[in-house]
């Protein structure tokens, strides 16, 4: 926000901002005794994609830069493992959730990608 940085013009970086913003959306049409639940956790993870991606980009080593990256696509799988908890429990049969599944396959790729070209 305040530091210019390359990465921030970076289409993954980019990409998992607009993750983190459907995931905090979905979150919010959760019913409430889901706040203290799967609702943190799930902004917990998409804050943490974010994060890592950031991060690992300022990282000099590949091999670090890849770390950071397996985190970050770890935390993809876990917001879809929530969500497929989520779907069980039947909360998401009225929800719009397209633009979540379009960013977090795209992030997912992307992240796949970028760990594959760092071995």
Do not use: W
């Not at 979905?26 to 998409?46: C, V």
């Not at 790729?109 to 970028?114: E, P, Y």
């Amino acid at each position: 926000m305040f530091l210019l940085l390359n990465h921030q013009a970076l289409d993954l970086y980019v990409t998992s901002r607009i993750f983190v913003k459907e995931c905090y959306s979905l979150t919010r049409h959760l019913p409430t005794e889901e706040r203290f639940g799967l609702s943190i956790q799930i902004r917990r993870a998409a804050t943490s994609v974010h994060l890592n991606i950031a991060e690992g980009v300022s990282r000099k080593s590949s091999v670090e830069r890849r770390r950071y990256y397996e985190i970050a696509r770890g935390s993809v799988i876990e917001i879809d493992a929530a969500l497929d908890i989520l779907n069980d429990l039947h909360y998401l049969k009225d929800l719009q959730l397209d633009p979540l599944r379009e960013s977090m396959i795209r992030s997912f790729k992307m992240l796949s990608a970028l760990i594959k070209i760092s071995n």
